[in-house]
């Protein structure tokens, strides 16, 4: 047979794979010539994913081939960079943390775990067994910048992080959907490929569809649905408003109440604090709408809600949490048909997360917080106060995706060591002292666990590596397991035989899916993965709810503190209510998180720059032009941005894509090229951040001040000037 060479193509069999850049894991195939990844598309024979797959799942082979990928192991040399040898780098590493370890202690060394670990079932794993090993104290995450806030509040009310009812999509009269936009990005927490069909097919069979968002966002069409344009971070008010009237109407289902909860009095009495008269300046919504929606929902032969990142990142994103379970539980609709219901996979996993909320809390120089990953957005300030000397970051980037950029670039660069586990060199990456090159996706085996118990159609799906890793790129738990080594552990890889390696990385998997009757040999020899069939609802009081005495904790003692804080911030809102202006995150179609920075084909025309979106009354009011700068800024920091014109937004609210700033990122070429703004410059850090529950970041809400560029710098001009003549005037 003729070797491959650059004149004659040999195109290899199809693959047939997964996307892992969010929780539907959609099924594709890979395409492959002389052993090289040259495209992705969908598996049009996929029983689950039925040959759905979007732009951004495809657009993976283009990450695959970038010629900026990470190809060998990178170590700083002043202000740049050079290729050096995995043993030589690994040497290094492991010497300079045994001597930081050893005049420090193991304190001294930290983490940060990016999403796409998320996605990638021997990494995280690898990376923590590491730092146990090692002794580390304070970890961090993208977890707290995204969604810390719900697994606080399942544990809260049912006694287990990993319990989280999702709507039952095909059966519901009735859906609430809150802060979500699955036309843009799918659903979070609902594992779903094609949402916006199933969304219409529900429609069309007669179920009532309301989504709740400041903005008319992408989702709301007429043969989906309608929007409710609340004022942003109020929901927890306007969830409130609801049970508070389903109560007033009679339409709480007593019998459910009386056998399933604990202190449904402590929940009543909250929520009898926010009828809907009191609450509907605050939401922005007349109180007879809200009084409305809440006796349709309570009124439909079954009713489900569901909430995601919009509200996630509020104030209060644990508390409404637990008001979306209450909201379902209150009404009947929970472990109902057409309801909300456990989704159960190839493991069930109620009894992995279970624990007792109120014991999950740690004493800090920084107060009472929740044990695992420390607030993202108290990483700078915990490097400089505990003193940490050694971070490494695994798949992440938290100079651009935690507030306080400049605040956190100072703290990355006092450190002694700063390792970047990562397919690109990003915007932290620069600042580290290696950078380690990962394989991606597709150049490792992998299975689809980040979707488990959240899965509209339950499955599993294995894959195998598409490709082999090109150049020096390595697996992360590789990586890890030569670390290890360096600092004289035990490691995966003193194992002499292949089966003992194999057994370690994916035994635990062959456990999980025996206790549903199936075993690993099987699922790596189901191209399209197992199914488990419909959800069944009937069973979740008595098999998977995890509390001491088997009863739904409708008022958890633990939340004393927050219920008073929220009327705090309720009178807080009440005094500020004006026209000021409040800033939320929006969802981009070419972006994802910092992923697609630098991916051309996620570069369209009009698409290469930050957006600020404004409505049009407010840009009137403000005198902003579209396609000219404005300045947002408020005393966390400032932006430029170039104004777009949106009628779909609530007067009153401003817009800004995340994900872009890219700047002081060479490594990344186009991305530096087309860099935009980074939206965390305005968003708050440090202390009073975050929310006490879960450490959620603030990250929407926030008040900001938009004004013309020009006219901005007009006047800081004058001001100048105006000092200066009263200096002089002092003077003489």
């Not at 740049?80 to 050893?102: H, N």
């Not at 390595?474 to 292949?498: H, T, V, Y």
Request: proline share 5%; with cysteine; net charge negative.
């Amino acid at each position: 047979m003729q070797e491959p060479n650059s004149k004659l193509t040999i195109e290899d069999p199809p693959v047939r794979t997964f996307c892992r850049v969010c929780e539907p894991a959609c099924g594709l195939v890979a395409h492959v010539e002389n052993g090289r990844l040259t495209k992705l598309s969908p598996d049009r024979e996929h029983p689950v994913t039925e040959g759905f797959a979007c732009h951004k799942g495809i657009a993976g082979a283009a990450i695959h081939n970038d010629p900026d990928r990470v190809n060998h192991p990178l170590a700083r040399t002043g202000d740049g960079f050079e290729t050096v040898a995995w043993d030589a780098a690994l040497s290094d590493i492991g010497e300079r943390l045994r001597e930081i370890v050893g005049q420090s202690g193991a304190q001294v060394v930290s983490a940060y775990t990016g999403n796409p670990s998320g996605f990638n079932v021997l990494a995280r794993p690898a990376a923590s067994r590491f730092f146990r090993r090692l002794g580390v104290v304070d970890e961090f995450g993208s977890g707290t910048q995204d969604c810390a806030n719900k697994f606080a509040g399942s544990e809260a009310v049912f006694g287990s992080r990993t319990i989280h009812p999702i709507p039952d999509l095909e059966r519901t009269d009735f859906l609430l959907i809150l802060g979500e936009n699955p036309a843009v990005s799918h659903m979070s927490f609902l594992g779903i490929a094609d949402p916006m069909k199933v969304l219409r097919r529900a429609r069309k069979r007669g179920a009532e569809i309301w989504f709740v968002d400041p903005r008319r966002n992408e989702s709301v069409v007429p043969s989906v649905g309608d929007v409710l344009q609340i004022r942003p971070d109020t929901d927890l008010y306007l969830l409130a408003a609801m049970i508070c009237e389903v109560d007033r109407a009679g339409l709480l289902d007593r019998d459910v109440l009386a056998r399933r909860g604990r202190d449904v009095e402590g929940l009543l009495e909250f929520v009898g604090k926010y009828p809907a008269e009191r609450v509907a300046d605050i939401v922005g919504v007349p109180a007879e709408q809200i009084a409305s929606l809440a006796r349709a929902f309570a009124s439909a032969e079954s009713a489900s809600v569901h909430m995601s990142r919009g509200v996630n990142m509020g104030r209060q994103g644990t508390l409404c949490y637990w008001l979306v379970h209450m909201l379902s539980f209150v009404t009947g609709n929970l472990d109902r048909r057409g309801g909300n219901v456990l989704s159960e996979g190839f493991y069930f996993n109620a009894k992995s997360g279970r624990a007792d909320f109120s014991e999950t809390f740690k004493e800090t120089p920084w107060g009472s917080l929740r044990a695992g990953q420390l607030p993202g957005n108290l990483m700078a300030r915990a490097i400089r106060e505990r003193g940490i000397r050694a971070l490494f970051v695994l798949a992440g980037n938290p100079v651009l995706s935690i507030a306080g950029e400049q605040e956190i670039r100072d703290a990355l660069a006092g450190l002694d060591l700063l390792v970047c586990i990562d397919i690109y060199r990003n915007a932290t990456g620069e600042l580290a002292d290696y950078v380690l090159p990962a394989v991606d996706m597709y150049e490792r085996e992998d299975l689809n666990l980040n979707g488990l118990g959240l899965q509209h159609r339950p499955w599993v799906q294995y894959t195998d590596r598409v490709v082999e890793p090109r150049f020096e790129r390595k697996e992360e738990w590789w990586m890890f397991a030569r670390l290890e080594q360096e600092m004289g552990f035990p490691s995966i890889l003193d194992l002499e035989s292949e089966e003992e390696r194999h057994q370690q990385l994916w035994g635990k998997f062959d456990h999980m899916l025996r206790s549903r009757g199936h075993s690993f040999d099987e699922l790596r020899a189901s191209p399209t993965g197992i199914q488990f069939g419909d959800h069944e609802p009937g069973q979740f009081y008595e098999r998977h709810l995890q509390t001491e005495d088997s009863k739904v904790d409708c008022c958890p003692a633990a939340f004393t503190s927050a219920l008073e804080r929220a009327e705090d911030l309720f009178v807080d809102s009440l005094e500020r209510l004006g026209d000021e202006l409040l800033l939320i995150t929006r969802r981009d179609k070419y972006m994802h998180n910092s992923w697609y920075a630098n991916v051309e084909i996620m570069k369209p025309e009009g698409w290469n720059r930050t957006f600020v979106y404004v409505h049009p009354q407010d840009a009137e009011r403000l005198q902003l032009v579209e396609g000219e700068q404005a300045k947002i800024g408020n005393s966390n920091g400032e932006l430029t941005a170039e104004v777009k014109l949106d009628a779909d937004l609530r007067p009153g609210v401003v817009a800004i894509p995340h994900g872009w700033g890219n700047a002081r990122t060479p490594g990344m070429r186009l991305a530096q090229a087309t860099a935009g703004e980074n939206v965390n410059r305005v968003l708050p850090s440090g202390l009073g951040s975050f929310e006490p529950l879960s450490s959620q970041a603030h990250m929407t809400g926030i008040p900001v001040t938009v004004a013309p560029a020009a006219r901005t710098a007009s006047a800081e001009a004058r001001e100048v000037n105006d000092a200066s003549e009263e200096i002089a005037e002092t003077m003489s």
